[in-house]
């Protein structure tokens, strides 16, 4: 089972080395993949609907089913697309989601990783925590994302993470 780090336990520094370990690993892991370049490559921020296929560019979970694991989300990556998740914070004024499990395949057929997060509701300053493993998925994997849910409802449950794919493959 993987490990959560609060934020308020950790620098700044430590944040900014997380956040290029994960990068450093995708872009190694594309250019592995694709045979293409790191200037042929780009790096950005995970959109929730164009990327893993929520409803909106917003991270919200659907509605969820108290004491159970309730999917968040499930969607075979493209070609040629790579992320990479490195935290998580949640933005509902009182979350009920305790823990994330991430899985890959049609059927959820191999977990990567456990994380169990409600201990970040315990600092009333800072909900927000970074894996201290990323969790990556390659070109046409299942990105299977399931939480746990304490209670009914919904939680605006974000994900931090990054896409490495070839430039111009998302424009707006």
Do not use: H
Not at 77 to 83: M, S
Not at 110 to 121: F, Q
Request: hydrophobic letters at 40%.
């Amino acid at each position: 089972m993987g490990e959560v780090i609060p934020a308020s336990e950790i620098t700044v520094e430590d944040i900014t080395a997380i956040k290029q370990a994960v990068v450093d690993k995708l872009f190694e892991v594309a250019m592995a993949m694709t045979g293409l370049k790191k200037e042929d490559l780009i790096v950005r921020p995970i959109l929730p609907s164009t990327d893993l296929g929520l409803t909106n560019e917003t991270w919200e979970t659907p509605s969820l089913t108290a004491n159970a694991w309730n999917t968040y989300f499930s969607k075979q990556l493209n070609d040629q697309r790579f992320i990479g998740f490195y935290g998580v914070s949640n933005l509902s004024p009182d979350p009920v989601v305790t823990a994330i499990k991430f899985s890959v395949g049609a059927g959820k057929t191999k977990v990567l990783d456990v994380l169990e997060i409600e201990d970040l509701y315990s600092d009333s300053e800072r909900v927000d925590g970074y894996f201290k493993a990323p969790i990556i998925y390659k070109e046409k994997q299942y990105c299977n994302c399931d939480v746990y849910a304490r209670a009914a409802g919904s939680d605006r449950l974000i994900l931090k993470g990054f896409v490495v794919e070839p430039a111009g493959v998302v424009t707006f």
